[in-house]
């Protein structure tokens, strides 16, 4: 377990991102192609930094990266990619909300590694972590263009069924992935909703 947490580790250092975590969207990225040139991201919980910055080298100067974190974020992307606009607020804020909706007309992908702070208890943990996921859902519901993308990470537990549920509601096709620079022993999975239907729960609403 020490040498994969120090090769992911040191890996980050060696390529100039703030977190290991950098490699969670990576894997995904290569893997299923959801990030593509010129398009818009939203990164909810992006503290320090390292999801916005991959994200804004794929998308190139043309793309647009927004990132959302309770802690303040100042990080500049390289020339040639992606412009990123750091946000600091809470991502249950309304606020955050009327900001995004002033400044942009949608995103084509939502991207989420927010994780609760960890309590010691799998039940607790896996109960906060469901209720920031949804919240991550709301926002995506509200924000995503059609045909959109989701990649968000959640705790897994009794009720992570029932979360699949919703989001199969919403996406044409849900995945449940396990990425490599994932530490064996964490809970944690990534849910990847492909080709969001915003027309899905609007109906479900009327019926």
């Known amino acids: 377990m020490r040498k ?7 890996k980050a250092k060696k390529e100039n991102y703030p977190a290991r975590s950098v490699y969670k969207l ?5 893997k299923y192609r959801l990030l593509k040139a010129g398009k818009r ?13 991959y994200a804004a080298s794929i998308l190139g100067s043309k793309g647009v990266v927004v990132g959302v974190d309770l802690q303040e974020t100042d990080l500049e992307a390289q020339k040639g990619h992606a412009e990123i606009h750091w946000l600091c607020y809470d991502v249950y804020a309304e606020e955050l909300v009327q900001d995004l909706k002033k400044q942009w007309p949608g995103f084509h992908v939502v991207l989420s590694d927010m994780a609760p702070r960890t309590t010691g208890s799998q039940y607790a943990d896996h109960q906060h972590s469901l209720r920031l996921v949804r919240r991550v859902l709301k926002l995506a519901e ?3 263009h059609l045909n959109g993308t989701l990649y968000c990470k959640v705790f897994q ?28 022993e964490s809970r944690e999975v ?4 492909r080709g969001f239907k915003p027309s899905a729960r609007k109906k479900e609403k009327k019926d």
Do not use: M
């Not at 990576?26 to 290569?30: H, I, R, V």
């Not at 991201?41 to 910055?53: E, F, N, Q, R, T």
């Not at 990534?190 to 909703?193: H, N, T, Y």
């Open 142 to 144: 509200r924000f995503l």
């Open 41 to 53: 991201v939203l990164d909810l919980g992006c503290h320090p930094g390292s999801w916005s910055l």
């Open 157 to 184: 537990g009794e009720d992570f069924p029932e979360f699949i549920q919703e989001c199969k509601a919403l996406f044409e096709t849900v995945k449940v992935v396990k990425p490599e620079s994932s530490r064996r």
């Open 26 to 30: 990576e894997e995904a990225q290569k």
């Open 190 to 193: 990534f849910v990847l909703g």
């Open 4 to 10: 994969e947490k120090d090769f992911y580790f040191n």
